[in-house]
């Protein structure tokens, strides 16, 4: 390797393969969201027909993962079904739109655990479920959050040394979430 190549490939980190592999996931796990957005139907969510959001929700009650959890979704979720399909169908939007684009990567990264783990508690003694799928889908999340991955072709790695550079309040949150 020539002095030229070194400089330009730094560590392994820095690598434009390595950097771009980092990119690929984070861009990978945002569409899983926008995709899985495409079935949370509003305004009902599935209630009436008993389909989307609200039957695989059903199953944390169904099927419990964990009790208190069963609980809470059979109390306080399912009564109020309306505002909890609104809240995950803009979670998720989000979740897709800032992971694809790159932006305040590892706050979204953090919110993609908290969804997955939602999820796994809702489905994962379902019948047909395949429980790895869940424990992927966090595992994905924890590696966008561990690798800055909206540094990496990301408009985090675009506006990021500005706010570094900056002493704004503003600046000095999104360099953390970032």
């Known amino acids: 390797m020539n002095a030229a190549t070194a400089a330009r490939v730094g560590t392994a980190g820095d690598s434009y393969i390595a950097r771009g592999g980092v990119a690929a996931l984070r861009i990978g796990v945002g569409l899983l969201w926008i995709q899985n957005v495409a079935w949370k139907v509003p305004p009902d969510f599935g209630v009436h027909a008993n389909t989307g959001l609200y039957f695989f929700t059903r199953f944390a009650v169904d ?10 979704v059979e109390h306080v979720v399912l009564p109020n079904f309306a505002f909890f399909g609104w809240m995950t169908l803009l979670i998720e939007a989000g979740l897709g739109a800032f992971l694809l684009i790159g932006l305040a990567t590892r706050f979204w990264a953090v919110v993609g655990v908290a969804q997955s783990l939602a999820i796994m508690l809702s489905v994962l003694n379902a019948p047909g479920e395949w429980h790895w799928s869940y424990y992927l889908m966090i595992l994905a999340h924890v590696a966008v959050f561990a690798t ?9 790695g675009v506006l990021r040394p500005g ?4 002493t704004g309040r503003l600046a000095g949150m999104l360099v953390r979430l970032s």
């Open 148 to 156: 800055a991955a909206g540094r990496s072709f990301g408009v985090d």
């Open 63 to 72: 099927h419990p993962v964990f009790a208190p959890y069963a609980w809470f």
């Open 163 to 166: 706010w570094q550079k900056s």
